[in-house]
């Protein structure tokens, strides 16, 4: 009898031990584990913070590239206007002959050598012309141009509407079920002749 209670307070005791021993593991880990959030939650707010100033370090020293790429003709040297009146023809040379009075020499290598615009009899060079009018040539260039382009992108077009637009051929009527071979006829034997009747 005295064993069997000694038994019972034995696990008794083993018992609280181990619900103390794990109560304390778990507030030791609740401990770290908030301790581990909060390091995570003040480095999230230093990389948005860093992030933050370098987007707009990075919008204020993009907003002057910005200005410069939509820069107006007019701000444009007269360099910089040859050059894009130049390229303009070479991508698309069809465009100077829709303009009255451009006239364009080539090499023999097929390269430009020399750009002319002759207005009410008088021939100038593009190399001679002064701002004004190097604007008005790029304006009428890049008119031509661009309905060049768009004449090009209504023929893509319409090459397209014409493949979708071909008539499909008509259905087919359902095929029969072919039938078996058939054997061949056995040839019916002719008929035969009366036999005479005996008197």
Same mark, same amino acid.
């Given at each position: ?7 019972i307070?034995?696990?008794?005791? &083993?018992?609280? =031990?181990?619900?103390? $021993?794990m109560? %304390?593991?778990?507030?030791?880990v609740?401990?770290? *584990?908030? @301790? ?12 948005e913070?860093?992030s ?6 990075t ?12 820069s ?7 360099e ?10 070479i ?20 390269? &430009?050598?020399? =750009?002319?615009?002759? $207005?009410?009899? %008088?021939?100038k060079s593009?190399?001679?012309?002064? *701002?004004? @009018?190097?604007?008005s ?32 051929p ?27 009747t005996?008197?």
């Amino acid at each position: 009898m005295k064993n069997n209670v000694i038994k019972i307070l034995a696990t008794f005791s &083993i018992i609280i =031990i181990m619900s103390t $021993t794990m109560v %304390e593991a778990q507030e030791k880990v609740g401990f770290w *584990k908030r @301790a581990w959030r909060k390091m995570i939650h003040k480095s999230d707010k230093m990389q948005e913070k860093v992030s933050g100033e370098t987007k707009a370090k990075t919008i204020e020293n993009a907003k002057p590239a910005r200005l410069a790429r939509q820069s107006p003709l007019e701000e444009l040297s007269e360099e910089e206007l040859r050059g894009r009146i130049r390229d303009m023809i070479i991508a698309y040379p069809e465009a100077a002959s829709f303009i009255p009075g451009l006239k364009i020499a080539y090499d023999k290598e097929g390269a &430009i050598e020399h =750009i002319e615009l002759e $207005t009410a009899g %008088e021939r100038k060079s593009l190399n001679d012309m002064d *701002k004004e @009018a190097l604007l008005s040539v790029h304006k009428r260039v890049a008119r031509e141009r661009t309905r060049l382009q768009m004449e090009r992108i209504q023929r893509q077009l319409n090459a397209v509407r014409a493949v979708q637009n071909i008539p499909k051929p008509p259905p087919q009527p359902p095929k029969l079920p072919t039938l078996p071979p058939q054997p061949p006829k056995i040839p019916t034997p002719p008929p035969r002749p009366p036999s005479p009747t005996r008197r």
